[in-house]
């Protein structure tokens, strides 16, 4: 069984502060890795995705895979309260050109104090 | 604007009945897939659609069936069989099924029993 998994927190920052969230997949051929929020009673909407060891950044966000280490995390830099929500981590496998599903960790609560 | 959109927001079902969710998406995508969402837990793939006129089961497919017969369209049937139909039901497509596409979703039905 394929798993991802997510600290479910909350994990709460002060304002302007850094957020650090992060993720583990059992799934040593997973290739593509995605982050999405979710506000309470919202659908999730895409962040990020990462496909290559390293990081990538995106305004105020940094997505950081190590496929060695099977850990894919995401960086929020100064911290606002609107970034209070569940962050998910998505992972898809490569299995040959057959379906690529798309496997989602359970979120993390992510509280921003003012 | 492009996007997924899904009806209706919310719904309830009589114990017995048969109810349908819709989701459309003017995206040209060719993928879609249907998940399903309790709380706390992560999103669960009930069916999936790479092309026209083809689907597959999810890993919960159970008391679903879907269609597809337009491009743009892909209904979910949450049928009598299906004994805990309580749940968000997330709708979302991509350009297709390979490993770097992401999927966006819409804004998600909340079916409830009656």
């Known amino acids: 069984q394929k798993e991802v998994e997510q600290n479910s927190g909350p994990l709460s920052v002060p304002e302007g502060a850094i957020a650090s969230l992060n993720c583990t997949y059992s799934?040593?051929?997973?290739?593509?890795f995605f982050w999405y929020r979710q506000y309470s009673g919202k659908s999730p909407e895409l962040i990020m995705f990462?496909?290559?060891?390293g990081d990538k950044e995106d305004g105020r966000f940094t997505a950081q895979l190590n496929k060695a280490s099977q850990y894919v995390s995401l960086l929020i830099r100064d911290s606002q309260p609107s970034d209070s929500a569940t962050y998910l981590c998505?992972?898809?496998?490569?299995?040959?050109?057959?379906?690529?599903?798309?496997?989602f960790g359970t979120g993390t609560l992510l509280a921003v104090q003012p | 604007d492009g996007g997924i959109t899904q009806s209706p927001k919310y719904l309830f079902r009589k114990e017995g009945q048969n109810v349908t969710l819709s989701c459309e998406q003017n995206?040209?995508?060719?993928?879609m897939y249907w998940y399903r969402q309790d709380p706390g837990q992560g999103l669960r793939l009930i069916y999936y659609?790479?092309?026209?006129?083809?689907?597959q089961k999810g890993d919960i497919a159970e008391g679903y069936s879907v269609s597809r017969e337009k491009k743009e369209s892909f209904p979910l049937t949450v049928t009598s069989a299906q004994k805990n139909p309580t749940a968000f039901y997330l709708c979302?497509?991509?350009?297709?099924?390979?490993?770097?596409?992401?999927?966006?979703f819409g804004d998600g039905t909340r079916l409830s029993i009656l």
């Open positions: 995206l040209n995508h060719d993928a």
């Open positions: 998505a992972v898809k496998a490569w299995n040959g050109g057959a379906t690529n599903k798309l496997i």
């Open positions: 979302a497509s991509s350009t297709g099924q390979f490993l770097n596409q992401p999927q966006h």
């Open positions: 990462i496909y290559s060891n």
């Open positions: 799934d040593r051929g997973s290739q593509s």
């Open positions: 659609s790479q092309i026209v006129n083809d689907f």
